[in-house]
Each structure stands twice: as C-alpha cells, then as structure tokens.
C-alpha cells in the first residue's frame, strides 16, 4: 500500500500538517546510521527473483567507466613477464619461463571489500538522474521507466525518524531532476537533456510507520515542453528483486554527492555524477531496530556524501551484465568530510510490493484524472509514462 505527494488537497492537508524542519538543500536521513559494520552471510531471497522497469533501450553497464584491462608484455632473461593494467592500476603481474606455466601475483589481497575505482564517471550515465529542491542539489536517482525515477524514500517523505520527529512530504512543486548532468573540465556544469519538474511521488507504507529498511521511493516526472519524457531522451534500467548477492559479488553505485567537501567548488559543488566500484566482502550494518527489515549491505570503501542518497546501486552477474538491486540509502562520514561507506537495503518481496501497488495507484490516478478532463473513461492500457 502507498501514499501519495501530489498538488492537490491531499499534499496542501499534509503541508498545512506539516512541513520540512531543513535548515540545509540535503535530504534528511543519510547519516542516520546505527551500529558499526560486520561480518555476516549473504542476504536470504524470500521469493524468487524478479525484474521490474527497464525499456531494453539502455543496456546496464556501469562497467563503461571503468577502464579496460590492458596487457603489455616483454622478455627479460627469457622469462615472458606481462603486466596487466586497468587504467593506471596495476591489476596483476605474469611471469613464464620457457615451457613452465604462467604464475600471476596480484599488488593486494583479494579481500572482497576492496576498492576496484572510484571517481567521477566519464561519460556519465544519463539514466541516472540529480534531484534539486529549490535548484540546488538535494539527492539522486535513477529512471526505471520513461517517467519514472527510482531513489530513496527520505529524498520524497520524512518520517519521524529521518524527518526531525514530524511526518512530511517533499513539496514536489519545489524538486527538479535532471538525467545525466555532468561538469566538463573546465568546471562548466552541462544538462543535455535539460530539466523535469516532479509531477508525483510514492513511498511505501510501512516506511511512513517508521520502518526504515523499506527506503525505497518512485518519483513521477512530467513531461518537458516539447511533450518528452526523460526516459524517452536516456533509455532506462531495470530493476531486480530477491537476487542472490554472494560474498565477493561486482557491486558500483552511482550518484551526485552534494555535501561535504563535494560542496566545495574544487568538488564541482555538488553538480558531478560519481561512482564507487567495489567488490562486497559479506559485511553489513544490520542491527538498529529501525531497519531491521532489511539486510543493510556495506558499499566500502566509498567516498560518497548526503546528496548521493537514492543513485542507484548495481550488480554485475554472471555473463557481464549489470542491474539495479538497490539504491543509496545510508553512509557514514570519515574525518576529512568524506565518505567512509555507504549502505543499501536488499530490495526483497517488500520492496516489489511497493513496487506493484504504486505502479498500479499510478494508473489509477491518471486514468481518473484524464476521465475527468475529457468526462469520458479511458483504457488503463492507454500509452502512458511506464
């Protein structure tokens, strides 16, 4: 079951009830991270796995701001030595001698929580979208459907928990989204498909009752003045439910980190995509009661601030390709200002039941209200935005 933000009554009631305690542009919730880190098993499926969204236009594949691996080799006292390279990492050493075999050694462990890349993605990833409030940068997100954008719910609802003791929506007529933005090398800050108003946005209900492991929230974008929806100009991903997540899995999340040092200009103040790219070692921030409902997994080391919350967060499976299994919910800060980690929540049967139940108050809402412009009914099978 969801509710619904939008500008009518039912947004303008629950402004009147109550409205966002924010001193700053940046969502609330982000750091409201309990416990320290651990070691556990893999996350449990409680169905079977499961694909929603995506138009088949965008193939999922972070992996395109990573550097390829690349091999130079040379003779050197008739040993064949070949080292192998991903960007300016070394990745691995291979010795030969003259009918032996290879022996390869790596520069460090292959302990699962290790950074593979991070930086800032080039390209960017145009499905990915950055949200404002009030035309500064406020959090993340990901088109999952031509006008729809998966991402945290604390970017669109505050609960008590995450919304300084008062329950509030976002006022949508204040949040815009752009997909894809970048800042070029000479700081200028680039918007190829230009800017979206937010039309609607959901949540599920039970994060509205304080469970706080069902942050997961589906924004609606209107159209812009040429009749386009964002996912008609980007393409969009897919999402996946109850997929098996096993320790030492390829995991890179994405997002627009706004505060911190990221604030600062020499950061593009808050305005670059970023990426972490890592492999998961098993660890977890299970424990709070608050999101107990969830199996909270670690994205470490990652560097990402508030502002980054709801980018998507991606798996690579078997073959090569890549799909969202999560969004950026939670981190923690180092000293610097920097992220130390980050933390998203298993997307399980919760998660797809939000899923099924928003998309379905979706239709419903525009069917009713294209019946009431033209007084006649509509075929909810009618093209639409998903």
């Not at 032996?100 to 929580?113: G, V």
């Not at 800032?120 to 409030?133: A, D, G, H, I, K």
């Not at 970048?182 to 200028?188: E, L, P, R, T």
């Not at 964002?230 to 505060?259: E, K, W």
Request: hydrophobic share 35%.
């Amino acid at each position: 079951m969801v509710r619904r933000a939008a500008s009518a009554l039912v947004l303008a009631l629950l402004l009147l009830a109550a409205s966002p305690p924010l001193a700053s542009a940046q969502a609330p919730g982000f750091y409201n991270l309990g416990g320290t880190p651990q070691p556990g098993v893999a996350p449990t499926p409680d169905g079977s796995q499961s694909t929603v969204g995506g138009d088949g236009s965008v193939a999922p594949a972070p992996g395109a701001a990573r550097p390829k691996l690349r091999r130079s080799c040379h003779t050197k006292n008739r040993i064949r030595i070949c080292r192998y390279t991903r960007g300016t990492r070394l990745v691995k050493t291979c010795a030969k001698a003259k009918g032996r075999r290879w022996h390869c050694r790596r520069p460090f462990s292959a302990r699962a929580s290790t950074r593979i890349l991070s930086g800032y993605t080039n390209p960017p990833l145009e499905p990915v979208v950055q949200m404002y409030r009030d035309g500064r940068p406020f959090c993340s997100g990901a088109l999952v459907a031509r006008a729809v954008v998966l991402t945290a719910a604390h970017c669109l609802y505050g609960n008590r928990t995450d919304g300084g003791g008062a329950r509030w929506y976002q006022d949508n007529s204040r949040l815009t989204m752009t997909p894809g933005s970048f800042v070029d090398s000479a700081g200028q800050h680039h918007k190829p498909y230009g800017t979206f108003k937010v039309r609607s946005s959901w949540v599920p209900q039970g994060w509205m009752e304080e469970d706080g492991g069902q942050d997961w929230g589906l924004a609606v974008i209107a159209r812009n003045r040429r009749g386009r929806y964002p996912g008609d100009l980007t393409g969009v991903y897919s999402v996946y439910a109850n997929v098996r997540v096993p320790v030492h899995a390829h995991l890179f999340n994405a997002g627009y980190p706004a505060d911190g040092p990221f604030a600062d200009w020499r950061y593009y103040g808050g305005n670059a995509q970023y990426f972490c790219d890592t492999v998961w070692d098993g660890r977890n921030a299970n424990g709070p009661a608050y999101y107990a409902s969830s199996f909270a997994l670690l994205t470490d080391p990652c560097e990402m601030t508030a502002g980054s919350s709801g980018g998507p967060v991606f798996i690579e499976f078997t073959g090569g390709e890549w799909g969202i299994i999560g969004v950026n919910n939670r981190g923690a800060r180092r000293v610097d200002g920097f992220g130390a980690y980050g933390v998203f929540f298993y997307m399980d049967s919760d998660f797809l039941t939000f899923w099924e139940s928003a998309f379905a108050a979706m239709r419903g809402a525009r069917v009713s209200a294209h019946a009431a412009r033209t007084n006649v009914a509509v075929s909810s099978r009618s093209r639409s935005w998903w």
